[in-house]
C-alpha cells in the first residue's frame, strides 16, 4: 500500500514528466543553436534540468529522498527565468512555455514544502 502523501506522488509525477518532455526536446536542440548560440545553450540547460527532474522524480517514487527533484525544480526555475528574459530582451516577446516551464518546477517545490511532505519524509529519517 503506497502512503505517500498525495502531494508527494504529484511532485514526483510532474518531475517526470518535465523530464521526459525534456528528453524529447533533445531532437531540436540542433534547431535553436541555428537560432543563436545563447539560446541553444538555454536549451541545453533546461535539457539537464529536465534530466535531473526526471531522476529526482523516479528517486521520489521510489521512496528516497527529494532532495534531487527539488534541486532540478529550482535549476528549471532559473533557466526559465533566464530564457523568459531573453526572449524579451531580443524581441521574441513573451513565451508561454517558458511560463509554464517556471509554474511546474515552482509547484513541486510547493508540493514537497508542505506539512505533510515533510512529516512522510521526517517519519523515514530524511531530512531535505
Not at 503506497?2 to 518531475?15: L, Q, S
Not at 523568459?84 to 530582451?89: A, D, Q, R, S
Amino acid at each position: 500500500m503506497n502512503d505517500r502523501p498525495g502531494g508527494v506522488m504529484a511532485a514526483a509525477i510532474i518531475g517526470i514528466v518535465i523530464g521526459g518532455l525534456a528528453l524529447l526536446s533533445l531532437f531540436g536542440l540542433g534547431l535553436l543553436f541555428a537560432f543563436g548560440g545563447f539560446l541553444g545553450v538555454l536549451a541545453l540547460l533546461s535539457v539537464a534540468a529536465g534530466i535531473v527532474l526526471l531522476v529526482g522524480g523516479i528517486q521520489v517514487l521510489q521512496g528516497k529522498s527529494p532532495q534531487l527533484l527539488i534541486l532540478g525544480s529550482y535549476a528549471s526555475v532559473a533557466v526559465q527565468l533566464l530564457t523568459l528574459v531573453w526572449g524579451l530582451v531580443s524581441g521574441w516577446g513573451f513565451l508561454f512555455g517558458n511560463f509554464l516551464g517556471f509554474l511546474l518546477p515552482a509547484a513541486i517545490v510547493y508540493l514537497l514544502r508542505q506539512p505533510d511532505a515533510k512529516q512522510h519524509y521526517a517519519a523515514r529519517g530524511i531530512t531535505y
